[in-house]
């Protein structure tokens, strides 16, 4: 029996859709729906993880071994099974390196696999790069139209680079009162700072003011909405307080997120996508020990893990982390008062790349987009 599967460019990807903001929310919404009901199957013992990621050491005695010589030195598997009306089995791979940057390469290179479920024939291999940040920063987007007062007028954006130029995009698509932008970059004058302003001067003409902010305090006060995917490592991370964002603020986080006076937290309303994630973060976390092997004090640095200390620390039940699932499927209420500080952690996860990429998938064969390819007309061995 004859195996086709189709093969998708990134240029292909956009042809298919791919930056279509308000198709990504959604999809994304779909995901979490179905995440609640429990149609879906991740990594680990119970099926619920990020996935599988390779960390290289900072020292190692054989030549030439890679090693941990830079922010994100890592490979991540990330495969999933997602039901409903996708019922699709995929996976996103991917390797990733600051380095890249200065050979003038992403960070990271993603591609996606989507598989038969029944057969694990390939369906379709594509470029992942922009499907994996426009779900994620539709993911955060898509709670805000649960979460976010629906008079936000003021975003404020923490880390001008891809993830949250998407994340931008599919936040204007559920929040239409927006008309201010925060940026808070490396510094005022970075190039992805700069890019993400003229970005939105050319795209938005219903944002009247965009305010480049030298300070995170100064990007997070007097803002309605806070979205966070800084790309920093724990040792570089600046500490947030919880006085600076005022009454009825929704705050994403999507990256970076430290924070050490825990016990301010418990009076916010706290939101994850995926609670066992984070707490399967926080044992391995525990288990890599409190400094590295240069003997540096670990910090952690996800939104997540601080809620998962205070359930773990017995200073809030487990039922004030919300899940954003129930919140979806009309379990738990989203946002009950305007005055109330929502903070939600989106950690991402396969079955949202299983998701827009399939969907991305339907498209291009809709439009006759991509290149088919042949595994097989015989398998060689059966």
């Not at 890019?195 to 480049?212: G, N, R, S, V």
């Not at 994630?277 to 004090?297: C, H, Q, S, V, W």
Request: overall charge negative.
């Amino acid at each position: 029996m004859a195996i086709d599967f189709l093969y998708l460019s990134e240029k292909d990807m956009i042809d298919a859709g791919v930056l279509d903001a308000k198709r990504c929310v959604e999809t994304m919404r779909d995901v979490m729906s179905l995440f609640g009901r429990g149609d879906f199957i991740m990594g680990g013992p119970k099926g619920d993880e990020h996935g599988l990621q390779i960390n290289f050491p900072k020292v190692k005695d054989i030549e030439d071994f890679p090693l941990d010589n830079g922010p994100d030195r890592r490979f991540n598997a990330m495969p999933a099974y997602l039901g409903g009306r996708f019922h699709i089995a995929g996976q996103k791979w991917y390797g990733s390196n600051h380095a890249n940057i200065s050979k003038g390469l992403p960070r990271s290179i993603l591609m996606t696999t989507l598989n038969d479920v029944d057969t694990g024939a390939p369906i379709a291999y594509m470029s992942a790069n922009l499907a994996s940040a426009m779900r994620t920063g539709a993911m955060p987007a898509m709670a805000a139209s649960y979460l976010a007062r629906k008079d936000s007028k003021v975003l404020s954006i923490l880390g001008p680079g891809v993830i949250n130029r998407c994340a931008l995009m599919c936040y204007m698509a559920v929040l239409p009162e927006l008309n201010k932008v925060k940026i808070k970059g490396s510094s005022p004058t970075s190039a992805s700072t700069l890019a993400l302003k003229q970005f939105i001067e050319d795209t938005y003409p219903q944002i009247k003011e965009i305010e480049i902010c030298e300070t995170l305090e100064e990007a997070c006060r007097d803002a309605d909405v806070v979205s966070e995917a800084m790309s920093v490592t724990p040792d570089k991370a600046e500490e947030f307080h919880l006085s600076w964002f005022k009454k009825g603020a929704s705050v994403f986080s999507m990256g970076s997120f430290l924070y050490r006076e825990f016990d301010e937290l418990t009076g916010t309303t706290m939101v994850v996508d995926n609670y066992g994630m984070y707490d399967k973060y926080m044992n391995n976390f525990l288990a890599r020990g409190a400094f590295d092997e240069l003997g540096n004090k670990r910090e952690w640095v996800i939104m997540g893990i601080h809620f998962i200390h205070l359930v773990r620390e017995g200073r809030i039940p487990k039922e004030r982390v919300l899940n954003l699932c129930d919140i979806v499927n009309g379990i738990t209420p989203g946002r009950k008062s305007p005055d109330e500080i929502v903070l939600c952690s989106s950690g991402g996860m396969p079955i949202e790349d299983v998701a827009w990429g399939y969907d991305c998938y339907k498209k291009a064969v809709e439009l006759g987009i991509g290149t088919g390819l042949n595994l097989w007309n015989e398998p060689y061995l059966k």
